[in-house]
């Protein structure tokens, strides 16, 4: 009866241990980019002979159209980093 007793615990113990789990990456495609449309800056328009105040206010508007541009490029990586960083 002992040895009955004995056998019955070591098979049955093998049945009280629960399954392993086991994750395994699965491959996703990515969505391709949005095609961010470059600014069309105002210094092209600039030529010779043009007065300096009109140089420079061209140029002033080229910087901040530039800026926008990074800023929003910025923000379309870090939509694909996962970041909600925002600078």
Do not use: D, F, W
Not at 46 to 67: C, D, M, T
């Amino acid at each position: 009866m002992k040895r009955l007793v004995l056998a019955l615990t070591v098979l049955l113990s093998g049945c009280c241990t629960l399954p392993e789990t086991v994750e395994v990456p699965v491959a996703v495609p990515c969505t391709p980019p949005p095609v961010a449309q470059r600014p069309q800056l105002s210094i092209r328009h600039l030529k010779a002979g043009l007065p300096p105040a009109e140089v420079k206010r061209l140029y002033a508007e080229s910087l901040e159209q530039l800026s926008g541009y990074a800023t929003g490029l910025e923000k379309l990586l870090n939509g694909y980093r996962g970041g909600n960083r925002a600078r």
